[in-house]
């Protein structure tokens, strides 16, 4: 019995070249047609015709693609933010080989991964020399700062203070690890501690965007409504802890509990007030979109602390989960950036 495999190997060679063909050119024609004809000035035209068509394609890509690509890379931050990208994506690889069992996880890929990423992170850290020039620049504008905004002050000082230390350290420890300063032998030590200090931005961040979006509109109903969730779940409580609790302390209980479900009426009827606010014609779109660019900031503010403290060794949770983070802040920082348009002539 003759084996039909070649036979089909030809005839799908045959149907992706025919469809390829057809997708480059606007015409449908058969190509092999041309050549049982002889006719060598019609083969000659179909090919030009092509080759203006590959012409335009190569075209579009430059112009869509690669010359985007060139004025998107002379960018300082987007070369840093893509290299993160790449580092953190070998940091979810790590954590996922990592958790493989010990008998299966190829130990050969693990070190070139975790060369990669060490190799990337040494060019990153290169790259951020002289990165504390803007937390300096920071803190000599914020002595300007209003009087009256002494907490949002102090919260800005916090974090570009946070920053700026990080920085120096971060430098500190590139000069120790290339033998340029004394204590090489424990760089890690100070890479830890430049981390720690990131850490520390990153949380004054967050508080400073809390109070910020806290004192929009919405930001005043949304702390209301945890407040009416906080306080029935303290009414919940004791509900089911009621018969447990001593009968002599049952009536001071039961005041507490009734003082719950007065204070939880009155942050309902607050929430359901500050909504219809927001809602109405009272309220704000700016205030509104601040109040949304806070909460989608303390997000990302919040990724970037859980990534600084895994890293720092504050609170240590799996590379996994700290790489997916990184990616998912990087992704975000680069499409901040955005993509250039170019002009057509």
């Not at 900031?297 to 989960?321: C, G, P």
Request: glycine fraction near 8%; charged fraction near 20%.
């Amino acid at each position: 019995m003759v084996s039909a495999t070649p036979a089909m190997s030809s005839l799908l060679f045959s149907v992706l070249t025919e469809y390829f063909a057809e997708s480059l050119s606007p015409l449908e024609y058969d190509g092999r047609a041309l050549l049982r004809a002889g006719d060598k000035s019609d083969l000659r035209a179909a090919l030009a015709w092509e080759a203006r068509n590959a012409a335009r394609l190569a075209d579009f890509v430059a112009d869509e693609l690669l010359r985007p690509l060139q004025l998107f890379l002379r960018s300082s931050d987007a070369r840093d933010k893509l290299g993160r990208l790449v580092q953190y994506a070998l940091r979810l690889l790590l954590g996922l080989c990592a958790a493989l069992p010990v008998a299966r996880a190829p130990a050969a890929l693990v070190a070139r991964l975790r060369s990669l990423m060490e190799t990337i992170s040494d060019a990153r850290r290169t790259h951020r020399w002289l990165k504390g020039i803007s937390p300096l620049l920071a803190l000599r504008a914020s002595a300007r700062a209003p009087a009256e905004e002494s907490q949002l002050w102090a919260l800005g000082v916090a974090e570009q203070f946070g920053l700026l230390a990080y920085t120096t350290l971060d430098h500190w420890r590139w000069c120790q690890q290339h033998g340029a300063a004394p204590g090489g032998g424990d760089y890690r030590a100070t890479a830890r501690r430049a981390m720690r200090w990131l850490a520390a931005a990153h949380a004054a961040k967050i508080v400073h965007l809390l109070v910020v979006g806290g004192r929009t509109p919405a930001g005043r109903a949304r702390l209301r409504e945890l407040r009416a969730a906080a306080l029935r779940l303290g009414v919940d409580a004791h509900a089911a802890l009621r018969d447990a609790w001593p009968a002599a302390a049952l009536p001071a209980l039961q005041r507490r509990a009734a003082a719950w479900q007065a204070e939880l009426a009155l942050a309902h009827a607050d929430a359901e007030a500050g909504f219809c606010f927001i809602g109405g014609a009272g309220g704000g779109k700016g205030e509104l979109a601040l109040y949304a660019r806070c909460v989608d900031e303390v997000r990302r503010q919040l990724m970037l602390l859980a990534q600084a403290a895994h890293i720092s060794k504050l609170f240590e949770t799996h590379d996994a989960l700290i790489g997916a983070l990184g990616v998912a802040t990087s992704a975000t920082d680069l499409w901040r950036i955005g993509w250039p348009r170019i002009k057509s002539d």
